[in-house]
Structures are given as structure tokens and as C-alpha cells.
């Protein structure tokens, strides 16, 4: 996962492609924070004769492009999301595997969060995916809909 964020931050794959949403999912996320600042502490070496086309830092690139998935049970959730952003943070259920927290996730991460950062989060994995208010709005009438008593 590192290496890939590396080699499409400095290959230029964000600059030429604006619009890409990337997300690093099933490898936790507080790898994230110290690699951007990895990337970013020896960018003088590589930009001018590696990266020149490169318009913005590797973490401007990170907050417009990526998102990193976290379970809801990890305990630096709250740390790694001061420092990216709870919204370039979706949540991972891990299912099927066998350290899954399905069905609990949403329930273990407002255990281990604020509940705005939760928030954040878990819309933040509705941007990854392009989802907007329409849709969230869509699928609460679908399910008071399907829950109304007067259903035929």
C-alpha cells in the first residue's frame, strides 16, 4: 500500500488524473500520516529533477484523491484522523474474515471515537464512492417505506 501511494503521488498520477478516488482498504490506515510525511520531507531531492510536474505537496494529493480504511476497533483512530482528515477515512468491515467486527463495526468505532470524527468517517467512505445527499436521502425513504405499517 505504501509503495503504491508513493509511486502514484510521484509518478504524477493525481496531477494528470484530478478526479481519481483512490482508497487503501484492508490495511488499516495510520501508516498514512508518516509516509505522507516521509514523501513530503524529501520532496526537495525529487521534485525538480523527478517531479517537476507535481502542483501540489503529497499531502494536498492524498486529501483531494485518497482515502485510507480503518476497522472501527483500532485504537489510534482518533489520532490518524487529526492528522488526514476523518473524511479521507471510510470504515472496513473485514468481512468474512475471521477478524472481522461485522456486524459491529459502526458500534465498535463510536466506542473508540468522538462521535462527530465516527461521523465524518463513515461519510467520508459515502464520498469514496461517490454517494451524495440524494442517494443518503433515497435510501432513508426506502427504508421508512419499507418499515411503514401501511404498507400493501
Not at 496531477?15 to 488499516?28: T, Y
Not at 451524495?132 to 405499517?149: C, H, M, N, V, Y
Amino acid at each position: 500500500m505504501q509503495q503504491a501511494l508513493i509511486a502514484m503521488i510521484i509518478a504524477g498520477v493525481f496531477e494528470f488524473f484530478p478526479k481519481l478516488r483512490v482508497g487503501f482498504l484492508e490495511a488499516q490506515n495510520s501508516w498514512v500520516p508518516g509516509i505522507l510525511t516521509r514523501i513530503e520531507w524529501v520532496s526537495p531531492q525529487y521534485r525538480d529533477s523527478h517531479a517537476p510536474y507535481l502542483s501540489l505537496t503529497p499531502k494536498e494529493y492524498f486529501r483531494r484523491n485518497c482515502w485510507a480504511a480503518v476497522e472501527g476497533s483500532e485504537p489510534e483512530i482518533e489520532a490518524t484522523a487529526s492528522l488526514i482528515g476523518a473524511d479521507r477515512m471510510c470504515i472496513s468491515t473485514d468481512y468474512p474474515h475471521f477478524d472481522s467486527n461485522f456486524p459491529n463495526v459502526a458500534i465498535n468505532l463510536l466506542a473508540n471515537v468522538k462521535r462527530d470524527t465516527a461521523a465524518r468517517i463513515l461519510s467520508g467512505g459515502g464520498e469514496l464512492y461517490g454517494f451524495t445527499d440524494l442517494d443518503f436521502a433515497k435510501a432513508a425513504g426506502a427504508r421508512a417505506a419499507k418499515s411503514s405499517p401501511n404498507r400493501n
